[in-house]
């Protein structure tokens, strides 16, 4: 039985909008030190960053970039990274059991994000620290100069004011993990003066408050309740985190995971327009799903650090076919929610639970992980089109009866292309899948990509770098009066470009 995808170019969810496609630098693991940043490195330049890095993170497309945790940054001192190099303490990490050297901090971040060409997105440290602290940090990094922090940034080497839109409120405050968790109450009152303070230097900044770091937490909801009635008005955003793990028992319900990230969106949002109405404001509060990916948290145990060391090699999760099948039908859920869902950052971007992989003085390569978010991040260009998908489901452990084939359109009206990308969860045999394009008469085929292997737990490695790589299938789609039929792979990820013939659709 086939799944058929109808999707109508009168019908729109919203603009992709570019945060779509963020990513994470957190002090954490490899990612900074020996990730983005390794002097010494044969392709690092005069400031120490790897060359072959930024080319891959400019190829993966992201957009913005979530600094400095995470985790981390509940016990980070921002001034500890800033001013001559010499003069910067090193510091003990317990949330990563890591020394931190301070080589790397917020004017190299800066740095780079320019080489990269992404936006900063930024979280202060309301676990340890409070309301003058993210003032402070706010001064130095986006007041233009003539005050003490301003000209302090001047001095260490940054003339121009950052000009840092987006600021997170602290991370993952809900968890008892953090450095200075809270309770609900506690960090939404400190979420909201915090708040309140920054909006006065700055009335144009972009807040977000912390939501759940998971939909299985047991304040899941509560959480963002109480946070928005204390602080609905002076934030935009509210966070959502997610990550998931394969089990060899359950393979069904992980290929499924995007059935748990749509039910958290339209969860968080349900809550925050619950408190928006009850208090009669018109203002709608935004997701920033600021931390998601595939991660083999269960392994993280045997992989932390048992001494001090700096950068210890953490969560280097080599990904498999199926763990990019999950990532492309992520991809997905975040489209599909594209009217709420304001930002987006895979966690994380080199060597801690990463797309790119880079070893120490050696290569760097794109792991599977790769390719979904940079297909995604190329071709999502336009409005994203509301979908029915009608076809053959299957039933989860963890999410009862769910699609075989998951999908979702945008559509570049002014381009005359329409981008369709789906993903086969089944574990198995080939699946039909008709594109209804009754609505789309004059487009056709272009290019059909797949992400698949005959072995679904096949990784890139050093040693097999571009061992899973999408190939093409554009050859085998058939074309009718009214769609346009094609067969998935089994564990595959897809993406459909088809242009008009006809000229362009306004
Ligand atoms: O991305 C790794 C960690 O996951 C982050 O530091 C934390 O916010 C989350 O729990």
Redesign the pocket.
């Known amino acids: 039985m086939r799944t058929v995808l109808h999707c109508h170019p009168a019908f729109p969810v919203g603009p992709v909008r570019p945060r779509l496609f963020g990513s994470?630098v957190?002090h954490?693991g490899r990612c900074v030190y020996g990730g983005i940043y390794e002097p010494g490195h044969p392709k690092a330049d005069e400031e120490g960053l790897r060359g072959d890095v930024l080319d891959l993170v400019r190829e993966l497309g992201v957009t913005v970039v979530r600094y400095p945790?995470?985790?981390?940054v509940s016990g980070y001192r921002w001034e500890d990274g800033v001013g001559p190099v010499r003069d910067r303490p090193v510091r003990l990490d317990g949330?990563?059991r890591s020394v931190e050297t301070n080589r790397f901090g917020l004017g190299e971040f800066a740095g780079w994000a320019a080489k990269a060409g992404v936006e900063t997105m930024l979280a202060v440290n309301l676990g340890t620290r409070g309301v003058q602290e993210a003032l402070d940090l706010l001064e130095y990094a986006n007041h233009p100069g003539g005050t003490r922090l301003s000209d302090q940034r001047v001095a260490d080497g940054t003339g121009d004011p950052l000009g840092i839109r987006m600021w997170c409120l602290g991370?993952?405050m809900d968890?008892p993990?953090?450095t200075g968790h809270k309770t609900a109450t506690e960090y939404g009152r400190l979420a909201a003066e915090t708040a309140r303070a920054m909006r006065m230097l700055d009335p144009g900044l972009e807040l977000v408050a912390c939501g759940s770091?998971g939909s299985g937490m047991p304040t899941f909801g509560e959480w963002e309740h109480t946070v928005l009635e204390l602080a609905y008005d002076l934030v935009d955003h509210v966070s959502a985190?997610a990550?998931y793990e394969a089990t060899p028992e359950d393979p069904g319900s992980f290929l499924a995971s995007a059935v748990d990230m749509d039910r958290m969106i339209e969860a968080v949002v349900a809550t925050a327009d619950a408190v928006g109405a009850k208090l009669k404001s018109r203002k709608r509060i935004m997701v920033s799903f600021d931390?998601w990916?595939v991660?083999y948290q269960s392994r993280l145990g045997d992989c932390l650090p048992k001494d001090w060391t700096v950068a210890p090699r953490i969560?280097e999760d080599a990904y498999t076919v199926s763990d990019a099948v999950v990532v492309g039908n992520l991809l997905i859920s975040l489209l599909r929610h594209a009217d709420r869902v304001a930002a987006a950052c895979q966690?994380?971007l080199v060597n801690?639970?990463a797309p790119i992989r880079a070893e120490p003085g050696g290569p760097a390569w794109r792991q599977t992980i790769f390719h979904p978010f940079a297909q995604a991040a190329r071709h999502a260009r336009g409005t994203v089109l509301q979908t029915r998908l009608s076809g053959p489901t299957y039933e989860t452990a963890r999410y009862g009866e769910v699609p075989v084939v998951d999908a979702t359109a945008v559509h570049d009206a002014d381009a005359g292309l329409l981008t369709v990308f789906a993903v086969s969860r089944h574990r198995t045999e080939p699946v039909p899948l008709r594109l209804d394009l009754a609505a789309l008469p004059g487009y056709d085929l272009v290019e059909h990509s797949v992400l698949a292997d005959p072995d679904p737990l096949a990784v890139n490695s050093r040693a097999e770098p571009e061992r899973v790589t999408p190939g093409d299938a554009t050859g085998a789609a058939r074309r009718t009066e009214t769609a346009l039929d094609v067969t998935l792979p089994p564990t595959s990820w897809n993406v459909l470009r088809l242009r008009t013939n006809e000229g362009v659709i306004r």
Do not use: P
């Open positions: 994470f957190e954490f945790g995470g985790n981390f949330s990563w991370n993952e968890g993990w953090q770091s985190h990550y931390e990916n991660w969560s966690a994380q801690a639970i």
